[in-house]
């Protein structure tokens, strides 16, 4: 070698396999274990698709300058707490679609600049405490379409960076008051179709920098509305597809637009046919009437909902607000938020009609 000049280090490529200085790509090669001869400085490792079923401790150690990297739709059974050992620079992880049963305690300490770990669709049953240890930087977390039942109170201990976490299409039944504990700067959390029944007091407590809250398709009965009081910066409530009755507790949140779609989970009579610009309000506004729409239910001046379950949601909103000082419509785009769900035009004519308490909402 010639002094000063730059050294041309040969790119070693595993057979089968397409390599370049940066990245090794093996997707679709009917690997059945983590191929020999990957580039010691490679940064991007893509290992989609192929039939792995087991990583050896240690196989990724010599990567050192390893930043991304993808197993996808491999058959991975278990992860051990050494399996990403000597990976420190490792900021993506991908293991969707495996067969992961569990998790070790401590499977990933040593990733301590990963930013995003995807574990959606695989077979894990509970999340113990410490799985996630050590993952100081994370900011996205994916669990969803898993078996989980379970969560350990300090599973989610010392994310102190996470922003999403995502835990869709599960098992779970209930949060303990602990779970989200230290988690301050999550921004959104999804937790649709689960099997949740119970929304414990104070188990979002400390989340001051949620935005987004997911709660759809669930079998929640009753919520105690302060429990999203402690959210200062919440802006998004989706609790629809759950098995709420109608009443003006919903509607009292300040600032939130709070989606509670129809659904057969919606504990209402039957209203096919009645104009609901008859029914007194205070039926409406009481678990004893509770008028929420059925298919061909007639509204003032013919306008019908499609999307949303329930007429008493706007009406109940100005009812209990003159008790309330007119919380349910503080938001400046509250009022355009709910026509555009209903998709009607003249908002000032539908106010006039559906509610004598108009004046409550010019006060607002």
């Known amino acids: 070698m010639i002094a000063g000049d730059e050294c041309e280090c040969e790119v070693s490529c595993p057979d089968l396999c397409s390599c370049s200085k940066q990245q090794t790509s093996c997707i679709s090669r009917n690997l059945t274990s983590i191929p020999n001869g990957i580039f010691e400085q490679t940064e991007f490792l893509i290992l989609e698709s192929n039939n792995i079923k087991d990583i050896p401790p240690g196989v990724f150690s010599t990567l050192q300058t390893l930043y991304h990297l993808i197993l996808n739709e491999n058959d991975i059974e278990t992860i051990r707490n050494d399996t990403f050992g000597g990976l420190g620079k490792l900021t993506i992880l991908s293991l969707k679609s495996n067969k992961i049963t569990e998790l070790a305690a401590k499977a990933f300490r040593s990733l301590t600049n990963l930013t995003l ?3 959606a669709k695989n077979f894990i049953k509970a999340i113990k405490e410490e799985v996630f240890f050590g993952l100081h930087n994370l900011n996205y977390l994916y669990l969803g379409d898993n078996d989980i039942e ?5 599973s989610f201990r010392g994310l102190h960076n996470l922003q ?16 989200f504990n230290h988690q301050s700067r999550l921004i959104k959390i999804h937790l649709s179709r689960n099997n949740i029944r119970l929304v414990e007091k104070g188990v979002f407590r400390g989340l001051y920098e949620l935005e987004e809250l997911n709660l759809q398709h669930n079998l929640i009965k009753s919520i105690d509305m302060k429990i999203f009081k402690e959210l200062p910066k919440l802006e998004y409530l989706d609790l629809s597809e759950n098995r709420l009755i109608c009443n003006c507790a919903l509607v009292s949140l300040k600032d939130l637009y709070i989606v509670l779609n129809h659904g057969d989970g919606i504990m209402c009579t039957e209203t096919t046919g009645v104009d609901l610009g ?3 309000d205070y039926d409406l506004c009481t678990n004893k009437g509770d008028y929420c729409r059925r298919e061909n239910v007639t509204i003032i001046n013919g306008h019908s ?3 949303v379950y329930g007429v008493s949601v706007i009406r109940c909103a100005f009812m209990c607000d003159a ?3 007119c919380n349910a419509f503080q938001h400046p785009n509250g009022l355009q ?3 555009n769900l209903w998709s009607i035009g003249d908002k000032t004519s539908w106010l ?4 004598r308490y108009v004046d409550i909402y010019e006060r607002c």
């Open 150 to 154: 379970s969560i350990h109170n300090g």
């Open 337 to 339: 938020r709910v026509c």
């Open 305 to 307: 909902i499609d999307s």
């Open 352 to 355: 006039t009609n559906v509610t």
């Open 278 to 280: 008859n029914v007194p």
């Open 117 to 119: 770990l995807h574990l």
């Open 164 to 179: 999403l976490f995502l835990l869709l299409n599960n098992d779970i039944t209930d949060f303990g008051e602990g779970v």
């Open 323 to 325: 008790k309330q000082e």
